[in-house]
């Protein structure tokens, strides 16, 4: 079997219960890629977020839990 080289796309035709396993063509790969790009984005602002987040209750001196104790 040849190595493949996009991810596998698949199709269930319920009204004949056909299941079709392809690769992603060029337009679903390049969404595919846009996708993981923004994933990688998010997560990487997320986590600068919540380093910042830290940071700032360490500078106050409190922890999470006092945080959310004070304000809940």
């Known amino acids: 079997m040849a190595k493949l080289t996009r ?3 698949r199709i269930h035709d319920l009204a004949t219960d ?3 396993d ?3 063509n060029d337009a679903e790969f390049a ?3 846009a996708d993981q790009a923004a ?3 998010a997560k ?3 986590e600068v977020k919540e380093t910042a987040k830290a940071a700032l209750l360490d500078r106050i001196g409190l922890t ?3 945080l959310k104790t004070i304000l809940g």
């Open 7 to 9: 991810p596998m796309v």
């Open 18 to 20: 056909e299941v079709i």
């Open 22 to 24: 392809r690769e992603m």
């Open 31 to 33: 969404q595919y890629q």
């Open 39 to 41: 994933q990688k984005i």
């Open 44 to 46: 990487s602002e997320a």
């Open 64 to 66: 999470a839990d006092e």
